[in-house]
């Protein structure tokens, strides 16, 4: 019985040594790939130079959209016009008047304003007699907000093409189509923690639409690293087997980027309008996460919209779905084919470094602005 014990003993050592073995090689490999992918993205980026923009001697005053999921384009917006204009001054809503009054902008910029400025203050910087210019990043969505407040800016920039002429039918006198961007001080390739990691990644709120399109896809991803975040995803019916992969609290946006870096694949779908806010407006545009995605130096499948072939080459610098079996499709092929999936994020990564950065986008609102 003795040896017998001792024998058995000596197997469960074995075993669990192999076990170290194994969980060591996996590890090397799961680390090696991920720091691999981080170092070729860094090539990238030392290949394309930072955008150095002239200075304009002009004053303007920065209204941030200060809510969580607007973090990274504030900051992004902030990061890059710091060193285009002689003087910036950063606000929130609350202190604007106060503060124009104060620090006398040639320029207040609002960022969307849908809901942190008021129209009675947009009226009374109208009377004091500022220069205002609003970016809108929530396009149509909010129509029945922007029908009211567009007319009362002296510029209208908007990340949706489709709404441009709607705006210039209110009268507004300036009306631009200016797509969203990406600032790599603020979302750039990096290597992150194993907690960060992940084959498949989507973060956004569970919209019904979403719901019903994920609810066709989860079932076909076991078996597959799966991290997911945002309000209303209990709601899916699988939801019970991916729950400890969902963060329902969502995740600020420092987290959100190191869930992009740490992923293989990240998901990018898009919402769809309400047609009592959209006025009927069907959005053509891409939003904030495409760019983002892209500047993360992930790998990125996203759904399509009219404008995706004017500001990413589909199949080359990511890769499109139109239904939830194509997306699932992808999932696994992608998965599969490591350096083509590499090469994709790679490029993805380059044609948003050299393409769309806040400073492309900047430096053509004040050239629109102030002239050459």
């Not at 004053?59 to 969580?68: A, I, N, R």
């Not at 992608?334 to 490029?347: G, N, S, V």
């Amino acid at each position: 019985m003795a040896i017998k014990a001792k024998q058995g003993r000596s197997e469960a050592r074995k075993r669990a040594l192999g076990g170290a073995r194994s969980g060591r090689v996996k590890g090397y490999r799961f680390g090696f790939s991920h720091g691999f992918h981080t170092g070729r993205c860094q090539a990238v980026m030392n290949r394309i130079p930072e955008r150095i923009e002239k200075r304009r001697a002009v004053k303007v005053m920065y209204v941030q959209e200060g809510t969580p999921g607007f973090r990274t384009l504030d900051l992004g917006i902030i990061h890059t016009l710091g060193d285009m204009v002689q003087e910036l001054r950063v606000v929130y809503s609350s202190d604007l008047i106060e503060a124009a009054q104060q620090f006398k902008p040639d320029l207040i910029l609002v960022l969307n304003g849908i809901f942190q400025v008021s129209n009675e203050q947009l009226e009374q910087l109208r009377a004091l007699g500022f220069r205002t210019a609003v970016w809108i990043m929530d396009d149509p969505y909010f129509m029945d907000v922007t029908t009211r407040m567009t007319p009362l800016y002296d510029y209208v920039f908007t990340y949706e093409v489709n709404t441009v002429p709607y705006y210039k039918s209110l009268g507004c006198p300036q009306v631009h189509y200016l797509p969203s961007a990406v600032s790599r001080a603020v979302i750039s390739p990096r290597y992150v923690e194993k907690e960060y990691r992940s084959d498949v990644c989507f973060i956004g709120q569970g919209f019904p639409n979403r719901i019903a399109f994920f609810n066709k896809v989860v079932p076909a991803l076991k078996g597959v690293r799966l991290f997911m975040a945002g309000y209303g995803w209990n709601f899916l019916k699988n939801y019970a087997d991916i729950k400890r992969y969902v963060n329902l609290r969502g995740v600020l946006y420092d987290q959100n980027i190191m869930h992009y870096a740490g992923a293989k694949i990240v998901i990018n779908l898009h919402r769809i309008t309400n047609p009592a806010s959209s006025k009927f407006i069907q959005p053509m545009s891409l939003n904030p996460r495409t760019f983002e995605i892209a500047g993360s130096g992930a790998m990125q499948l996203t759904d399509v919209r009219s404008e995706l072939p004017r500001m990413f080459t589909p199949g080359e610098e990511l890769a499109t779905f139109s239904t939830p079996a194509e997306l699932v499709e992808r999932i696994h092929y992608y998965l599969q084919h490591e350096e083509e999936r590499e090469q994709m994020a790679l490029r993805g990564l380059s044609r948003a470094l050299s393409d769309h950065t806040y400073g492309h986008r900047l430096e053509e609102m004040l050239r629109i602005i102030f002239g050459e």
